[in-house]
C-alpha cells in the first residue's frame, strides 16, 4: 500500500467513526434537496426547515403534556441508552452506555457494526466495535490494534467540535451546537415543532405502562417522530424516520435508569490522534 493510500485509509475509517459516534447519539439528520443524507454533521429536518415553512408552534393540552416531558426528561440529567441505528445500505450500528446532559454532553457508549457497506470495511480493517467517549468540547473514538499501527500506535481519536464546524462544503455547519445540545428531549422537541402531533394512546414499552405520541417534521423531507413517555413524564423510547438516498433512515431509543452516574475520561494523549490532523495529512 502506497502511503498517499494508506493516509486515505486512515481518513476513510475515521469518517466512519465519526459518523458511528455521531448517528449514535444524536439520531437522523436532515437531508439534502436531492433526498440524500448531507452527512453526519447536518442539521435536523426540523432546524433546516426555512421559517416560512415551519408549522405554527403546537398549542393546546397537547403542548402542554410533551412541554412537560420535555421539562423532566431534561431535569433528570442522564440515562442508560440502548439504540439501534440504520442509515439505508451504508450503516447499521447498535449503541449501548450511559449519557449526562447537564454541562454539555457526556458519557461513554459501546457502539457496534451490525451491517452496511461501511460497517465491511470497518470490519476488514480490524474493527467491528468501538468505544466513544463523549464530553463538552470534542467526543473520541477507540480504534482497533490495525488502525493504531497506522497511526503511530494511537487507539484513539479526537473529534473537536469547533474543529468539526469548518469541514470543507458546509458539512459541518451546526455540528457543535448539535452535540452540545444532544439530550433524549430533543425528540420532544421535535414533536413540538410538527403540525400533526397525535397522542396515540396508552402502551406497554418494555413492562412499563407508556402514552405514545407520533408526528411529522418537515423540512427538506419529511421526518417521523415517534416517543413513549412513562407516568413521570420520562423518555421511555423513541423512533426518528427519514430517508437517504441509500434508503431508509431508522433509529430507535430506549432510556432508563435516569440520574446515573456518568463519567467521560480523556484518553491519554499520547494514545489519541486528532481528526484535524489526520485530514491534513491526506493532502500532505
Not at 498517499?4 to 481518513?11: L, N
Not at 393540552?61 to 440504520?86: I, Q
Not at 455540528?175 to 415543532?193: C, E, G, H, I, Y
Request: aromatic share 6%; proline share 4%; glycine share 12%.
Amino acid at each position: 500500500m502506497t502511503g498517499t493510500t494508506a493516509r486515505r485509509t486512515v481518513v476513510s475509517i475515521a469518517v466512519s467513526a465519526a459518523l458511528a459516534c455521531f448517528t449514535a447519539c444524536t439520531g437522523p439528520g436532515g437531508s439534502d434537496d436531492s433526498g440524500g443524507t448531507t452527512g453526519p454533521t447536518a442539521p435536523s429536518a426540523s432546524a433546516s426547515a426555512a421559517p416560512s415553512s415551519r408549522p405554527p408552534a403546537l398549542t393546546g393540552a397537547s403542548a402542554d403534556a410533551l412541554r412537560a416531558v420535555e421539562r423532566a426528561t431534561g431535569r433528570a440529567g442522564s440515562a442508560r441508552v440502548e439504540s439501534t441505528t440504520v442509515m439505508g445500505r451504508e450503516l447499521s450500528l447498535e449503541a449501548a452506555g450511559a449519557l449526562g446532559w447537564d454541562d454539555g454532553l457526556t458519557g461513554t457508549l459501546t457502539i457496534t457494526y451490525t451491517g452496511g457497506t461501511t460497517a465491511e470495511t470497518m470490519r476488514r480493517l480490524g474493527t467491528t466495535a468501538m468505544e466513544a467517549r463523549y464530553l463538552p468540547d470534542a467526543y473520541y473514538a477507540r480504534m482497533g490494534d490495525e488502525f493504531a499501527e497506522r497511526v503511530g500506535g494511537r487507539h484513539w481519536i479526537k473529534y473537536v467540535y469547533e474543529d468539526l464546524e469548518d469541514l470543507g462544503g458546509g458539512a459541518g455547519a451546526g455540528f457543535a451546537d448539535q452535540m452540545r445540545n444532544t439530550t433524549p428531549n430533543q425528540a420532544v422537541k421535535l414533536l413540538l415543532s410538527a403540525g400533526d402531533v397525535r397522542r396515540v394512546g396508552a402502551e406497554t414499552t418494555r413492562g412499563r405502562r407508556t402514552t405514545h405520541w407520533s408526528g411529522t417534521v418537515g423540512g427538506a423531507t419529511e421526518q417521523t417522530v415517534d416517543i413513549w413517555v412513562d407516568d413521570r413524564n420520562l423518555l421511555v423510547k423513541k423512533v426518528e424516520r427519514g430517508r437517504t438516498k441509500t434508503g431508509e433512515l431508522t433509529q430507535t431509543a430506549y432510556y432508563s435508569d435516569y440520574g446515573v452516574p456518568v463519567s467521560a475520561a480523556r484518553p491519554p494523549a499520547a494514545d489519541t490522534a486528532d481528526f484535524k490532523e489526520l485530514l491534513a495529512s491526506q493532502g500532505s
